[in-house]
Structure formats: C-alpha cells, structure tokens
C-alpha cells in the first residue's frame, strides 16, 4: 500500500513576520520545510512527499530536496488550494513528472496531509497516523486535550464558559485513504477555502473522522515565540 504526504509549505508567514516566508526560516540552521519533510521520511511509514510553494522559491527547493523522493510545485493563494493543487499532482491529473520512486504510477491508497509549519512532528506520531488508515479508517487526526480553559467571548464580554471535555486541538498530519480526500476535496470545491484543516472536508461529507494521540512536539509554529520554543527544544535535545 504505497503512501504520499502532501506538505503545504506555500504561505507567506504574516504571523511570524520574518523576511523569508515561513516555510523557508532556518530552524537552527535548517529550513523549516526541510524538517517537517525529513520527519515525514524518517518515519519509514512515507513513500514520497509533495511539496507546496511559493512560486519564487520553484528553484530554491528543488535544490533543497534533491536527491529525496520529494516533488515540489507552486501553491496557491489559501492552504486548501495549495493541497488541492498538491493532490492534482499526486493523482496526474495536473500533469508533471512521474517520481521513479517506490510509489510507482497512479495515485497512492494512503495521503497524509501535513504543514510544513510544524517541523518537530515526531515521526512515531507520523507512523501512527499512517498505522490508523492502514488498519481501516478513512480520515485520521491527531488530537490534544485543552489545558486552558475555553470561552466563548463578543466584543471583549464572556458569553460563556465552553465545556472543553469534549474539545480537542488538532494537528497534523492527518491521514485518509486517498479516495475519501479526492471525494472531499472534489466536494468542496471553491468552498472549501474557509476550512481551516482538510479533514473539515471530509466531515462535510459525512464521513466519519477518527482520532490518534497528538503529540506536544507537533506544535505548528505560527509566532516568533514559537520559532523561539522549537530552537530551545533542538537545543536541548
Ligand atoms: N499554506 C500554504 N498555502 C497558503 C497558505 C498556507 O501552503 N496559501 C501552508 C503554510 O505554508 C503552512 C500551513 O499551510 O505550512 C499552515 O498555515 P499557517 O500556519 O497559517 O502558515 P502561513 O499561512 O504561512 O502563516 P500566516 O497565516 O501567519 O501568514
Ligand atoms: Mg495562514
């Protein structure tokens, strides 16, 4: 059963605010994106990786990968349209070269989707999102409880206070069989730009959802606090 991951690594960072887009930031001397791509590798459960950029930086990340089964295309102007420009080439239908790599020809049974933004994602996590699709489900995320508590807020007034038992935060990757995604995402089609995950797609077909453990290490970095969390962590370890 061949598998793929589709890392959308196009945006441009506004919350970080760094000089380069997000994806690009060195994270201890080594590009975001190139992280989060080798951790997918690393977990041996991923036969080849889609890489969504920015269009002015085509040249600068095949460079990055060469060498690894990664292919990288042009993203879009929102995360779900740069994974779903990221599956048009997965499934051939954007036309662009075949890998000659261990997927072989036509789609893969098993895509994970996965931000290049969350470069310290633990490959164990990665394997057991795989090992859940592989074992029967769909459309698998990894999931955190609520430390904090949750409330629903206008205008600076509380409402009230949201029962976070049943909450979870979600990460990625998030793992489906390849047919449930294509469904989704074929779906949504220009609506699917106000999803903020993509198995909020597959939810919208009314297909259910499971979830694995996330893990505390798969935080996506989105400020410089959290650029400054992921150094210290490398630091450490
Ligand atoms: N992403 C993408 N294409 C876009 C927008 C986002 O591929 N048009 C990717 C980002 O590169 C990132 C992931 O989706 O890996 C999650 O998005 P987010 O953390 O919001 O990153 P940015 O959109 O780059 O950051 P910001 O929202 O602060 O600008
Ligand atoms: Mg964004």
Known sequence: MSVAAVVPAAGSGTRLGAALPKAF?????????????????????????????????????RELFVGRPVRVLAGGGERTASVRLALELLCGSHGGERPSGPAGDGPPEVVLVHDAARPLTPPALIASVVAAVRAGHPAVVPALPLADTVKQVCEGAVERTVDRSELRAVQTPQGFAYETLRRAYEKAGDSGDTATDDAGLVERLGEPVVTVPGDPAAFKVTTAWDLRIAELLLEGS
Request: charged share 20%; glycine share 14%.
């Open 25 to 61: 930031v060195p994270l201890a001397g080594v590009p975001i994106v190139v992280r989060a791509v080798g951790g997918l590798l690393d977990s041996g459960a991923v036969d080849e990786v889609v890489v969504a950029v920015p269009g002015d930086l085509l040249d600068r990340a």
